[in-house]
């Protein structure tokens, strides 16, 4: 099983443009996680969905963020426009079924917005 | 709201030198609670689920203990390749579908 997928794993990119990072699950997990890693917040859920349906976006700090699963292999998370305040390492992590608290973590993407 | 905290933040270990890292909560109703090793550069690795109060897991080295309002992990004769960040979380949210994750706790082994 080649595990979480996560692409790019290195993002530099300036204030205001646009970034998308994207994430392949593990085949057969039902649900997808999106979280971001700071020293001074930790980590921190994003947005989580089931069966490609978003369940709950509380943690989506702004509207500048916005995430998709158009299918059960493929999500991204999109930041537009960025800001430098978004620089941050951003985890995707996916679960099998009926398996609570056992989530499968990506290497990660990280972002350094300039 | 459901809120974790790990102590200490960091800890050094000699080789051989066995300790404990603390994992406190506060959870209307605890469903589940959960111990992730984190190795720099990469992603969180699920480690233990504990559910109930008395409850213990191990492996090799470690072992994960539960009460009423804290988790321990124990690290017995430590090796450096035990050196990692440790996360604690806890089961959330409306459907217990979210993990709250605590700060960690930086552990470095030395040879």
């Known amino acids: 099983d080649a595990g979480v997928i996560q692409s790019p794993r290195h993002e530099v990119t300036e204030m205001g443009q646009e970034v998308t990072l994207r994430c392949k699950p593990i085949?057969?997990?039902?649900?997808l996680f999106w979280y971001r890693q700071t020293m001074m917040r930790g980590l921190e859920l994003l947005i989580y969905?089931?069966?490609?349906?978003?369940?709950?976006d509380s943690g989506m700090p702004e509207d500048r963020f916005s995430a998709k699963m158009p299918n059960a292999s493929f999500s991204t998370l999109k930041i537009q426009p960025s800001e430098p305040r978004d620089s941050a390492v951003y985890f995707c992590?996916?679960?099998?079924?009926?398996?609570?608290?056992?989530?499968?973590f990506g290497p990660g993407t990280r972002l350094l917005v300039l | 709201e459901d809120q974790v905290t790990q102590s200490p933040e960091a800890l050094r270990l000699q080789e051989g030198e066995s300790s404990s890292l603390n994992c406190s909560y506060t959870?209307?109703?605890?469903?589940?609670l959960f111990w992730y090793r984190q190795d720099p550069g990469k992603g969180p690795e699920f480690l233990f689920t504990?559910?109930?109060a008395g409850e213990e897991k191990e492996k090799e080295r470690l072992k994960a203990t539960l009460t009423k309002k804290e988790s321990f992990l124990h690290i017995t004769a430590p090796k450096p390749e035990d050196s990692a960040t440790y996360l604690c979380?806890?089961?959330?949210?409306?459907?217990?579908?979210?993990?709250?994750f605590g700060a960690g706790t930086i552990l470095r082994v030395k040879s």
């Open positions: 992590a996916s679960r099998p079924p009926g398996r609570v608290g056992t989530q499968y």
């Open positions: 085949s057969g997990h039902d649900y």
């Open positions: 969905f089931n069966n490609n349906v978003p369940i709950d």
């Open positions: 959870v209307s109703g605890l469903r589940g």
């Open positions: 504990l559910y109930s």
């Open positions: 979380a806890v089961q959330a949210g409306e459907y217990g579908n979210k993990l709250v």
